[in-house]
């Protein structure tokens, strides 16, 4: 039961949110004024403080000081009935969440209270996350209490210190570099460089420069002799990034410092001999990529070594609210504001958005919405209107938006993309078929239709 503390000089406002909260099945407790408030904070820690900010004594500010200081995961909500701008102010900079002033609504206190002690679950939630792995390094920048993510971070744990080659795959924006540089901060080579390449940024020729590097003259613009990044990362990691983007000719060279652990430098004699540990990542299926003859199958089992796959954040949903609350965090500090609540129904629009771009979307969502947030609370309005609600143009759903030269079989294009949005439902809506049929506006009935016309089985009522 969550235990909240009340403090104001007047006893008809104590003993209504009093009554008003013990209804709501809270532990509350009452001060008369700020030195009773004072004394309390020094028996118990309480999730929520609710105080008068104009008392006798010690009055709110004071009150609000004592309880951070104290107890700073505590959350404390500051009521008056001197409506002060500079107060106001003043005690949102002390570190007051949010500033109500008499008379007020009930119904507008609930909410707020509701939220408050949401903001304060997550935040407990967020600093048991971090002291779980505040001994796993870099971990602690991947968020995520979901089950599929904690189970990547058993394989992190189990193969960090291993020289096993690591292929992570997942969708873009999914985190799949933070989860390679967790990887080498937790092994033996953390002291070394981890090295980080984009193998999909560079044209062929350059990228085997910067991997292998060159000598002097082997090329036009190789003015002198140059170490590629495989020599940087000697020792340490090489995270490459996008690697089914390469181009047969370097896979070839890839695979042999993989094997061997030794390059040659563009126009060079030499062979380099390193000693790396080598961690892969690409946003495609690269299983399907050798079926079809775009990835060799020999590199693609010496990468697999250890495969990560990284769900996309549309699979691991519970873990929206503490990234949100984390970046809120983040984005906030980094403005020098005061972390802003979100609204309930602001978390709602965020739990059913689709987040094609994952948790990277996320995040550059909250830092636009940090941005340009006006005032305490972040509202539903705030959230929709930088979501892109947009229907997908018929290009991106997967057909073509003009017709081909040699034409098209209409009904095969149709019933794909037909299964493909019903499909698309259902994992909106998490397999529950009622809430699929309304996202299609389609009838309970013309929806198993469907399901069964395309032999789609699962689900739940």
């Known amino acids: 039961m969550e235990k909240i503390l009340i403090v104001d000089d007047e006893r008809s406002m104590r003993d209504v949110l009093s ?13 008369a004024d700020g030195e009773e408030a004072i004394a309390q904070l020094d028996k118990e820690i309480f999730d929520l403080v609710i105080t008068d900010l104009k008392m006798p004594k010690k009055g709110g500010l004071e009150v609000l000081k004592a309880v951070k200081k104290a107890s700073p995961e505590t959350v404390v909500l500051m009521i008056t009935a001197f409506a002060s701008t500079e107060s106001a102010v003043e005690a949102m900079k002390s570190g007051a969440y949010d500033y109500l002033t008499k008379p007020f609504q009930v119904d507008e206190v609930q909410l707020i209270i509701r939220n408050a002690l949401e903001k304060r679950r997550l935040s407990a939630e967020n600093i048991l996350l971090k002291r779980e792995m505040a001994s796993q390094a870099s971990l602690s920048q991947i968020i995520g209490k979901s089950e599929p993510m904690q189970k990547v971070f058993d394989v992190i744990k189990k193969v960090a210190d291993t020289k096993s080659n690591v292929l992570i795959c997942g969708e873009s924006g999914t985190g799949k570099e933070l989860v390679a540089r967790a990887i080498h901060y937790n092994s033996s080579r953390s002291r070394m460089s981890f090295v980080t390449v984009n193998c999909s940024a560079l044209p062929e020729p350059l990228l085997e420069s910067e991997l292998f590097g060159h000598v002097k003259g082997s090329f036009t613009g190789a003015v002198s002799n140059k170490a590629g990044l495989f020599e940087v990362a000697d020792g340490g990691s090489i995270f490459l990034d996008e690697i089914g983007e390469t181009t047969p ?26 000693d790396i540990r080598i961690i892969a990542a690409s946003n495609r299926d690269l299983e399907k990529a050798v079926a079809e003859g775009a990835f060799r199958e020999d590199l693609y089992y010496r990468l697999d070594v250890i495969p990560i ?3 996309p954040l549309r699979m691991r949903t519970g873990d929206i609210p503490v990234l949100v ?13 005061v972390v802003p609540t979100l609204a309930p129904e602001a978390m709602r629009l965020l739990l059913e958005h689709e987040w094609k771009g994952n948790v990277r979307e996320l995040e550059n969502l909250v830092e636009r919405v940090v941005a340009f947030a006006a005032g305490p609370a972040i509202t539903e309005e705030d959230i929709g209107s930088w979501l892109h609600r947009t229907v997908a143009p018929p290009s991106a759903l997967g057909h073509p938006a003009d017709l081909p030269p040699d034409g ?4 095969e294009m149709i019933n794909t993309i037909e299964k493909d949005l019903l499909l698309k439902a259902l994992e909106r809506a998490k397999w529950v078929k009622k809430k699929a049929a309304r996202l299609l506006h389609l009838n309970t009935r013309s929806f198993r239709y469907r399901l069964e016309k395309y032999a789609i089985k699962g689900g739940r009522d």
Request: hydrophobic share 40%; net charge positive.
């Open 19 to 31: 009554i008003m909260l013990k209804r709501a099945g809270y532990e509350v407790t009452v001060a």
């Open 249 to 274: 000719a370097t896979q070839v060279k890839l695979l042999r410092v993989i094997q061997e652990r030794e390059f040659r430098r563009v126009g060079g004699t030499r062979d380099v001999k390193v």
């Open 309 to 311: 796959h990284l769900p």
């Open 325 to 337: 609350e984390h970046f809120l965090e983040k984005f906030s500090s980094a403005n020098g504001k």
């Open 408 to 411: 098209l079989d209409l009904e």
